[in-house]
Every structure is written in C-alpha cells, then in structure tokens.
C-alpha cells in the first residue's frame, strides 16, 4: 500500500477491492487542513489537493479519498434519483 508523506493523522481506513490490492483510505477534508497547517489558504490547498494529491495517479495502488460529507456532493447532483 501507498502512504503519502505528511498525510498520516488523514488516514481513516483501508479500501478492499475484487481483484486488487487493498489501498489506504484518506479524509479529504482532513488532508486539505493538513495542507492548511503547513501555510497554503484554503483555496491553495484545495487546488493542490485536488492536483498533486488526489489528482496524481500513481499506479493501481493510488490511494482512495472519503468525502465524509457527501450530502456536500449530492447537493450538486440535483437530477439523481431520490
């Protein structure tokens, strides 16, 4: 498994996938405060987040990204079904 440098308190689990290896499980919110802690404002982390961190494929051990609240999400998908 891949474990990102820095990122270790945004760890919340491991993700089982058939067929594959399993991959460590981050918050993204709690990755986006760490980035935050470490002098970037929001908007930077949020944009380096979503470039460098999760936006890096790094072979088919990436690691996965929880929203934990995903009605954040949802709300932005007002056509799903209910």
Known sequence: MIIYDGFDDAI???VYR?????VTLYDQDK??????EQGLGS?????HFSYNVAGGYVG???????????SEVLDSFPERAK
């Open 12 to 14: 919340i689990g491991i």
């Open 18 to 22: 058939c067929g594959m290896s399993p």
């Open 31 to 36: 990755c986006i405060e760490i980035l935050m």
């Open 43 to 47: 908007l930077e982390a949020m944009e």
């Open 60 to 70: 088919p051990d990436t690691p996965c990204f929880a929203v934990l609240e995903p």
